[in-house]
């Protein structure tokens, strides 16, 4: 039986990609691998978002010419948004790659690479839409008590430093009824928690049904019998509607945890950027939610040095960090990428104060962190066991509803189990916890 491994770069969207992936390739009568060694098919599932992802991956697939070259049968395969919006030079800067299929063509995965692995050049096929969802086809998920599930699919957002919309496409919805009727296989099969995908989740249903259709959705997932916890991301600020934090603050499933890109708090920068909210919008929806939501959590994303950014402008970008005192936020430099509007713009920052200011956000926002940790200290929460500890193989790993990674003592036994956990300590990133069993 030949033998595949995949490494997936990016979102939470190509994470449920690489899922589909490996059950497309375990139909067809493939196994996991391992690792690299005992490969038959190497796939890089790709992320084009930010440079250091690009960066990544043509460091890493260079790396296995060697590989190629010892074990000339191996294949090598790279999908994704690179593969989407690169393409052909992904062939030219590395020629010893089979195959490179777009994100459009997951489907066609086991007929590509029996195409690639029978001719003697590369092969590249990059459709540039799809009728069908991925979603639809059958997944080996990480874990049997999570599954991901992308009710939309690329975006119309257009944001001017945003490469996805052109990766992805125009945004697309699945039907309501078919997502629900997916939310009730997933139960039957013991998943006990679903995370809702899309680049923006809250105009999910738009292209459907003339208007967002996602509280709608959010309050028949969470009717769905067997479901402990709903996740969703992403929310974009301009279209989270009073109706969708009510339905998270009046439900016992959906968990309390909103996902909000801030991007910038400077009105001018969010100009440029065509976010279409200003800051002063963005802190009325945090305290709505705030307002609404119990021990509601609120993380974000953060750019620094977007072209023509002042100090000024980062100043309130800190003014409304402090404000809003997010749980955790995703910071990072702006990216150049080519063919976004930005990316013609003038007035890029240097390297340096971009670099600088990072620092700084980081180091107010880490404040933020650990304070609001610090506040659940003495607080008995439940917490759902997904694994060992990534950094401590000793400890068990866990998340509370609204998202709070603790670690705990246990045994495996305790792994895709809800506990009462008693928080006995806090850090900037995690909890340490205690249950009954574990103390």
């Not at 599930?149 to 919805?173: H, M, Q």
């Not at 990428?337 to 980081?362: D, N």
Request: charged share 25%.
């Amino acid at each position: 039986m030949k033998k595949f491994t995949i490494k997936t770069f990016g979102c939470q969207m190509n994470k449920d990609d690489s899922e589909r992936i490996s059950g497309l390739l375990s139909g067809a009568g493939y196994a996991p691998s391992d690792g690299d060694g005992d490969a038959d098919v190497i796939i890089f599932n790709t992320c084009c978002v930010r440079q250091n992802a690009d960066d990544r991956l043509y460091g890493q697939a260079a790396a296995l010419k060697q590989l190629k070259a010892a074990r000339p049968d191996v294949l090598i395969a790279i999908g994704g948004c690179l593969a989407q919006t690169d393409g052909e030079t992904v062939l030219k800067r590395l020629p010893h790659v089979d195959l490179v299929f777009g994100t459009h063509n997951v489907a066609r995965l086991p007929e590509l690479i029996a195409a690639a692995a029978s001719q003697k050049h590369s092969v590249l096929e990059i459709l540039e839409g799809s009728d069908s969802f991925t979603s639809d086809l059958p997944a080996v998920r990480k874990h049997p008590w999570h599954a991901w599930l992308p009710i939309t699919v690329g975006c119309d957002n257009f944001c001017t430093y945003c490469i996805v919309p052109y990766a992805r496409g125009r945004e697309k919805s699945r039907p309501i009824e078919k997502l629900i009727a997916h939310c009730r296989e997933l139960a039957e099969e013991g998943v006990k928690e679903v995370t809702l995908l899309g680049q923006n989740v809250n105009s999910y249903g738009r292209d459907l049904y003339g208007g967002p259709r996602f509280a709608e959705l959010l309050a028949a997932v969470s009717a769905v019998e067997g479901l402990d916890r709903i996740r969703f991301t992403t929310s974009h600020p301009k279209d989270l509607t009073e109706q969708v934090i009510d339905i998270v603050a009046g439900s016992a499933n959906v968990c309390p945890h909103f996902h909000l890109p801030l991007q910038s708090g400077s009105d001018r920068v969010l100009e440029r950027m065509r976010r279409q909210y200003t800051a002063e919008g963005y802190l009325e929806i945090v305290d709505s939610i705030r307002g609404k939501v119990a021990d509601a959590a609120i993380t974000t994303d953060i750019m620094v040095g977007f072209p023509g950014e002042t100090e000024e402008d980062f100043q309130a970008t800190l003014d409304v960090v402090r404000a809003a005192r997010f749980d955790q936020a995703f910071t990072f430099i702006y990216s150049h990428r080519p063919g976004t509007a930005a990316s013609k713009y003038r007035c890029q920052v240097t390297a340096a104060a971009a670099g600088e200011r990072f620092e700084r956000l980081i180091e107010e926002q880490n404040r933020n962190s650990l304070v609001n940790n610090q506040r659940l200290v003495g607080a008995n929460m439940p917490v759902f066991v997904e694994g060992r500890s990534k950094k401590d193989n000793y400890r068990l790993a866990g998340r509370t509803p609204s998202n709070k990674l603790v670690h705990l003592k246990g045994g495996d036994e305790l792994i895709g189990h809800t506990l009462d956990v008693w928080m006995r300590e806090a850090f900037t990133w995690f909890l340490i916890g205690e249950t009954a069993e574990t103390a």
